[in-house]
């Protein structure tokens, strides 16, 4: 038994469980959220702040059995014997979490790659934040992932990310080191002893209203990195708690990775558009 209702307009995903569920206390639909009895668009989602668009389904089972049956698989987006990209949605970790014990994209694509008789084993590549969402890359080796890593600093990384503001000039280079302060877990940007070289381009593919979607082109990986320096420009991610201001949905997108596998004579070029939801922000 289940509920299945659709989203008429943006919202957060609790307030408008505690319109439609009427009767439900607060605390016995967050448990719902924990246990993993509500998707979306039938993708599992636990977060109490996941943000809705309009056309949303959302479904709310009796009990999280109701649904693992049904769980949906994650988009592949290329599969080799040595490599898996795939299109890891917003809210939804890359991997498991000491202080989370939320379902993660490592989990999910090896329980859905496994059979019975041959379990299936895989290494992250890299990371991207929770809230992003976009290409992430596994290798079925451990000697593979450290091959890749490797020659990580000549990977292409292209991510889209939608602003507060309007960025002036357009375009430009952010060439400001990043330092993690492991206490409150954020990027200062600045120089430091302890602090790492950091480049960012971006360019300003379109503006409405007081934001802005941008290109960027890493030119090195930091953690936070986008985030941080965006917002030290004065142009944070929407929706980035952390570096600007709370929201339902953080407007970034991993658009495009391109590598070269060691022993190809070619690049591997992985690539997936952004979903609406990430769009909307722009609205």
Same mark, same amino acid.
């Given at each position: 038994?289940?509920?299945?209702?659709?989203?008429?307009?943006?919202? /957060?995903?609790?307030?408008?469980?505690?319109?439609? *569920?009427?009767?439900?206390?607060?605390?016995?639909?967050?448990?719902? #959220?924990? &246990?993993?009895?509500? &998707?979306?668009?039938?993708?599992?989602?636990?977060?109490?702040?996941?943000? %809705?668009?309009?056309?949303?389904?959302?479904?709310?089972?009796?009990?999280?059995?109701?649904?693992?049956? &049904?769980?949906?698989?994650?988009?592949?987006?290329?599969?080799?014997?040595? #490599?898996?990209?795939?299109?890891?949605?917003?809210?939804?970790?890359?991997?498991?979490?000491?202080?989370?014990?939320?379902?993660?994209?490592?989990?999910? *694509?090896?329980?859905?790659?496994?059979?019975?008789?041959?379990?299936?084993?895989?290494?992250?590549?890299?990371?991207?934040?929770?809230?992003?969402?976009?290409?992430?890359?596994?290798?079925?080796?451990?000697?593979?992932?450290?091959?890749?890593?490797?020659?990580?600093?000549?990977?292409?990384?292209?991510? %889209?990310?939608?602003?507060?503001?309007?960025?002036?000039?357009?375009?430009?280079?952010?060439?400001?080191?990043?330092?993690?302060?492991?206490?409150?877990?954020?990027?200062?940007?600045?120089?430091?002893?302890?602090?790492?070289?950091?480049?960012?381009?971006?360019?300003?593919?379109?503006?409405?209203?007081?934001?802005?979607?941008?290109?960027? /082109?890493? /030119?090195?990986?930091?953690?936070?990195?986008?985030?941080?320096?965006?917002?030290? *420009?004065?142009?944070?991610?929407?929706?980035?708690?952390?570096?600007?201001?709370?929201?339902?949905?953080?407007? #970034?997108?991993?658009?495009?990775?391109?590598?070269?596998?060691?022993?190809?004579?070619?690049? *591997?070029?992985?690539? &997936?558009?952004?979903?609406?939801?990430?769009?909307?922000?722009?609205?």
């Amino acid at each position: 038994m289940s509920d299945k209702y659709t989203a008429n307009a943006s919202s /957060e995903l609790m307030p408008f469980l505690i319109a439609k *569920l009427q009767g439900w206390s607060r605390s016995t639909i967050k448990q719902r #959220l924990k &246990t993993g009895c509500v &998707t979306v668009n039938d993708q599992q989602v636990t977060r109490h702040d996941h943000g %809705l668009v309009e056309g949303d389904r959302v479904n709310v089972a009796a009990s999280s059995q109701g649904i693992s049956a &049904t769980r949906p698989k994650l988009d592949i987006l290329y599969e080799d014997r040595d #490599l898996i990209a795939i299109n890891k949605p917003a809210g939804l970790l890359s991997v498991a979490s000491p202080k989370d014990k939320a379902q993660h994209a490592l989990g999910i *694509l090896r329980d859905q790659l496994s059979r019975r008789s041959k379990p299936v084993k895989l290494w992250p590549v890299h990371r991207i934040d929770r809230d992003t969402s976009g290409v992430l890359l596994f290798a079925t080796s451990r000697e593979m992932r450290e091959a890749v890593m490797k020659g990580w600093e000549s990977a292409e990384k292209t991510y %889209l990310a939608i602003v507060e503001g309007c960025p002036k000039p357009a375009g430009g280079t952010i060439n400001q080191p990043l330092r993690l302060d492991p206490v409150i877990y954020q990027m200062h940007v600045g120089e430091h002893p302890e602090a790492k070289r950091a480049i960012t381009h971006f360019t300003t593919e379109r503006s409405e209203g007081k934001r802005s979607l941008l290109r960027v /082109e890493l /030119e090195t990986g930091r953690q936070h990195q986008i985030r941080a320096h965006l917002a030290w *420009l004065g142009y944070p991610v929407v929706g980035d708690q952390r570096y600007g201001t709370e929201g339902g949905r953080m407007g #970034l997108h991993a658009l495009r990775l391109s590598i070269t596998k060691p022993g190809a004579s070619k690049p *591997l070029v992985f690539e &997936t558009q952004p979903p609406e939801d990430f769009l909307a922000l722009l609205k």
